[in-house]
């Protein structure tokens, strides 16, 4: 899904080129695996540094989708050092968002490891890193809170990029300086129960998850307190035809949560839903 994006990202960073062999005319980047070392495309012989890469998706139960991402860094014994190369690798993918279509996974630094291959005199690193994607979390029914809390912070903020509801800046993009990207996620959906229910009305609560992706943590932290301020603000997220959503009761900022797994900001958003059906008909025959 993202393997496009993250080669086309990889080649184009001058950072990388003096390390890396050529092969076809291009960088020795490869996805799942590189070509046999007697393959003639090999510039002048050459096979050494290369990088190969490889995604695997798998179903988180928190997000629906995850997975790891690993970089092979592969260099010729004595010539090269992959530790040379593995800081670079880590700062190129880490903290960088790769979207296919409406597709978006985040990358996470989990862990180096170096390796030797005795047989072909090779050294390596092997570099790994967490995915986890940002599903679509939307609803068919009004009033649709996700939906609502997206348009009214792509409408409010012009330095946030809201995940789901417009597309990020590149296929290979990291927030720096003001931007931030966020992504809202539905938590829970409760009785409300600060506001009675009647024949015809209930209440709702429903606690929903922010995840502000900034350059730094003072960033983010800013860009969590102008939404919350913004929020009590607002009052209410209204949307003609349906049912306004109140956002000024209860709203919370974990400035040491993990951006990409909780989020920092919890909002809880309260709504009504009419459940009388009203009337069905009219009675035709009265008999006494």
């Not at 919370?252 to 009388?276: F, K, M, N, S, W």
Request: charged share 20%; aromatic share 10%.
């Amino acid at each position: 899904m993202i393997e496009q994006a993250l080669y086309d990202h990889l080649r184009e960073q001058d950072a990388l080129l003096p390390y890396l062999a050529r092969y076809d005319g291009a960088p020795a980047i490869f996805n799942q695996s590189a070509p046999a070392d007697t393959d003639p495309l090999w510039r002048n012989g050459a096979q050494y540094g290369r990088l190969v890469f490889a995604v695997d998706l798998q179903g988180d139960p928190e997000r629906a989708m995850g997975g790891t991402l690993t970089v092979d860094i592969l260099c010729h014994e004595d010539e090269q050092f992959p530790e040379d190369m593995e800081p670079i690798v880590r700062e190129l993918v880490h903290g960088w968002f790769f979207s296919s279509g409406t597709f978006t996974a985040a990358a996470q630094w989990k862990n180096s490891s170096y390796f030797t291959e005795e047989t072909s005199h090779a050294t390596g690193c092997t570099v790994t890193f967490d995915l986890l994607a940002f599903p679509i979390l939307t609803t068919s029914l009004p009033p649709d809170v996700i939906r609502r809390v997206n348009e009214w912070t792509e409408e409010r903020f012009e330095t946030l990029h809201v995940i789901n509801a417009q597309a990020l800046p590149d296929s290979a993009w990291k927030p720096k300086g003001g931007d931030s990207a966020v992504y809202w996620r539905l938590v829970g959906d409760d009785p409300a129960g600060w506001i009675p229910d009647t024949f015809q009305t209930i209440w709702r609560t429903a606690t929903i998850r922010c995840h502000i992706f900034s350059e730094d943590h003072t960033a983010a932290g800013t860009a969590a307190m102008q939404i919350i301020r913004a929020l009590y603000g607002e009052k209410r997220l209204r949307r003609d035809g349906e049912a306004p959503i109140l956002v000024n009761r209860r709203n919370t900022i974990d400035p040491g949560a993990d951006p990409l797994r909780t989020g920092q900001l919890t909002v809880e958003a309260t709504y009504g839903v009419i459940v009388c059906a009203g009337n069905r008909g009219t009675i035709q025959h009265i008999f006494y």
